[in-house]
């Protein structure tokens, strides 16, 4: 059977290219999103992508994905270090979570050294540019 995977972009994400592009490089995100499909084609997975500035936008469509997605990759962007509520509605769907983000959180700011989603999720991958999504394509295909 396919396997339906579901990557979420959180907030500032739908700047890439622009913003900080020391930092996240200066690709937008619909490059990004096009070799995030190419990927999971190639692993064999079907995916979807959805990107939001929301929180509650991203935790309706984490609750969603429990009906209709086997798996989730959430680069929850600022929200990764202060919202409990991401974490709370990772933890209610029973479906796995990976956490991704561009930039090694570790080797900035204090305050992004903490994720308060990492222990809901399955694992996390950061520091490899937009390499963190396509590692995390392939740890979904191999679950
Ligand atoms: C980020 C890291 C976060 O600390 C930051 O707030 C982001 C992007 C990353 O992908 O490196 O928005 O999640």
Do not use: W
């Amino acid at each position: 059977m396919v396997k339906n995977i579901l990557v979420i972009h959180g907030p500032n994400l739908n700047l890439l290219g622009e913003r900080e592009p020391g930092i996240y490089g200066e690709a937008s995100i619909d490059s990004l999103n096009s070799s995030i499909i190419d990927r999971a084609k190639e692993q064999g997975l079907k995916c979807e992508i959805f990107q939001s500035n929301h929180e509650g936008a991203i935790i309706d469509k984490l609750h969603a994905a429990r009906e209709k997605f086997d798996g989730v990759i959430i680069n929850a962007g600022a929200y990764t270090h202060y919202s409990y509520a991401i974490r709370d509605a990772i933890a209610a769907i029973k479906i796995p979570c990976i956490e991704v983000h561009i930039s090694n959180v570790f080797a900035r700011d204090e305050f992004r050294a903490k994720s308060v989603i990492a222990p809901v999720c399955k694992g996390s991958i950061c520091g490899f540019g937009f390499g963190s999504y396509y590692l995390a394509v392939q740890a979904m295909a191999e679950l």
